[in-house]
């Protein structure tokens, strides 16, 4: 008898599923961690030193053919390519990589994830998924209700803010019409603008913001001057410092003039669930829709989004059929309809990782690492003010500080975040203010120490004087 076609021995490789499949995965997780392991030891740092032509080198040397005439066995695979990833990795478990809104996933979200990817469920029909369609119903309806306080309140797992926005903007169109116009500040993310233009809306109107929040006054000179039906969009964490738009006098001016309101809460959203800090963004629950990352201040492996709208009906515009997946008579009969929760197909159930995650540590374990990352900023910032050597920008609002160098000028300043990343030394962002280049420092890593604090100070101080 001869070996079926492309399988060399007979014996096809093992399957994550079915019964045999925690078998089969234990002895590879085990390569898996021991090569994350030997990886970090290796990267030493917050990411590889030398640059992106040494690490694509590194890479080249490592990956070698990408498809062998012979493979090289499943231990051998992760090996190399498990160590090449860690080894090659911009690490945000090390408080020195600090430049993005890039968290640290939290290991009951990672091994949670491992499960789902096991599994393989798709949330586009619910004969692939008829656990985890629950699990995101559950889910999506209790998170959707920390915002709202409507009877139906709804949310739809995203892959992010961007498709979020995406989301949101689509759902105003189909209630207004193509002609709806866009208001932005210009601190928002730019997947609002861009997602104007995928819709074929009129291209959206940004309004300044020189003091980095969208001014009531100037939007109410807009709303005062749009051709017709309107969303603002409105931002509760801004990607460059972290800032929150007055959301009570915008939703108050949204009301006025007949508006729709949109809030981009990707970053601050959860502020909301702390006490402590559920102030700053007051005024979220008069949107007629949020977006809400978890792969933020949630502390999950990205991807884990949302978009939140007080009334599931406002969702309906979403509503697809394709009989393979969701025919008429199976929807009467009893059977979920998962298709009108995306416009993805295949998607995965990443609201499982989200789940266990709540679970695992609780509305009050969930609030304390909020907290304790913001005060983390704030104990940054207050060490960057009373130094001599560094200027800071402001208070920070959630965990962004904006600094710069005393002496430095700003092309002194971006070669010297450029000589921090080469030198795999440490990761900060950049973004302009007032007219100049700052340092960014993102802090999402509530295992962060003062004492990590202070050796980012001082080596900041050492590099800015060589």
Request: glycine letters at 8%.
């Amino acid at each position: 008898m001869t070996a079926p076609p492309g399988t060399g021995t007979g014996t096809p490789p093992p399957l994550a599923g079915g019964a045999d499949g925690p078998t089969a995965l234990r002895p590879l997780l085990d390569t898996v961690l021991d090569a994350l392991a030997a990886g970090a030891r290796d990267r030493g740092g917050p990411l590889p030193a030398g640059g992106p032509d040494a690490q694509a080198a590194r890479v080249r040397a490592a990956l070698g053919d990408v498809l062998p005439a012979h493979g090289t066995g499943d231990h051998e695979a992760l090996r190399t390519l498990v160590h090449t990833l860690a080894a090659g990795a911009a690490d945000p478990a090390d408080p020195l990589c600090a430049a993005h809104l890039h968290c640290p996933p939290l290991a009951v979200a990672a091994a949670a994830d491992l499960a789902a990817s096991a599994l393989n469920p798709s949330l586009d029909s619910w004969d692939q998924a008829p656990a985890a369609s629950a699990v995101e119903a559950l889910l999506t309806r209790a998170l959707a209700a920390e915002f709202y306080d409507t009877p139906h309140a709804d949310a739809l797992v995203t892959t992010g803010g961007t498709e979020a926005n995406q989301l949101a903007l689509l759902l105003a169109r189909e209630r207004h019409g193509p002609a709806l116009t866009v208001l932005h500040g210009a601190n928002a993310h730019h997947s609002v603008p861009r997602a104007a233009w995928l819709l074929g809306l009129p291209p959206a109107t940004e309004l300044p913001t020189p003091a980095g929040v969208l001014d009531p006054a100037r939007l109410a000179e807009a709303l005062a001057a749009a051709p017709g039906p309107t969303l603002v969009t409105a931002t509760a964490g801004t990607t460059d410092a972290g800032l929150v738009d007055p959301l009570h006098r915008i939703a108050d001016l949204c009301d006025r003039y007949g508006a729709d309101l949109h809030v981009d809460a990707a970053y601050g959203g959860l502020l909301a669930l702390s006490p402590r800090h559920r102030d700053t963004v007051a005024g979220l629950g008069r949107a007629h829709s949020l977006t809400i990352d978890l792969h933020k201040l949630g502390w999950q492996p990205v991807a884990a989004g949302l978009l939140a709208v007080p009334d599931s009906a406002l969702l309906a515009p979403l509503a697809h059929q394709a009989d393979y997946l969701n025919a008429t008579d199976d929807t009467e009969a009893g059977l979920p309809d998962l298709l009108g929760r995306s416009l993805r197909t295949t998607r995965r159930p990443d609201a499982l990782k989200i789940a266990a995650t709540l679970r695992s540590l609780g509305r009050d374990g969930l609030v304390r690492l909020i907290d304790r990352t913001c005060e983390l900023a704030r104990q940054l910032a207050a060490l960057l003010d009373a130094h001599p050597g560094f200027e800071l920008h402001s208070a920070p609002i959630i965990s962004t500080v904006l600094f710069r160098p005393t002496h430095a000028d700003d092309d002194q300043l971006a070669t010297l975040r450029r000589t921090l990343l080469n030198e795999g030394r440490a990761v900060l962002g950049r973004t302009h203010a007032d007219g100049r280049l700052w340092l960014k420092a993102t802090l999402l890593n509530p295992h962060t120490t003062a004492g990590d604090l202070d050796t980012l100070i001082a080596l900041l101080e050492g590099s800015t004087h060589r």
